[in-house]
């Protein structure tokens, strides 16, 4: 192979209904909510000694997290990342964090 071209390898077909992919079917049995709908939890871990707090599960396109994200990072004056439907925020930010979301019309479980 040359420099530059990448070796595509699909694993994990479906014999099920055809041919398919695994990963086509995942994408579809997302369910993508609207911020009313869902139903987020608060979680506090520490990593490397430092206070991280996550939020979630979200249940957003990629997009629409990663912009959800930055807006919520820039009204918090704080660091964080997207993974796996869990926002991450650095440090105990939890109640500043939860009215913030309520602004943008989240809600939480009880």
């Not at 040359?2 to 398919?20: Q, V």
């Not at 959800?68 to 990072?73: A, E, F, H, Q």
């Not at 926002?87 to 913030?100: H, N, S, T, V, W």
Request: aromatic share 8%; proline share 4%.
């Amino acid at each position: 192979m040359s420099r530059g071209t990448k070796l595509s390898l699909d694993i994990g077909a479906s014999w099920n209904e055809g041919w398919s992919l695994e990963e086509d079917r995942k994408a579809s049995a997302a369910e993508i909510l609207t911020p009313p709908e869902h139903r987020l939890v608060f979680q506090r871990e520490k990593r490397k000694g430092k206070i991280v707090t996550l939020v979630g599960p979200f249940s957003l396109v990629g997009d629409e997290a990663q912009k959800t994200l930055s807006i919520l990072k820039k009204s918090l004056a704080c660091g964080g990342a997207y993974k796996e439907g869990w926002m991450e925020f650095q440090g105990d930010i939890a109640p500043q964090l939860r009215a913030q979301l309520e602004k943008l019309s989240y809600r939480f479980k009880k």
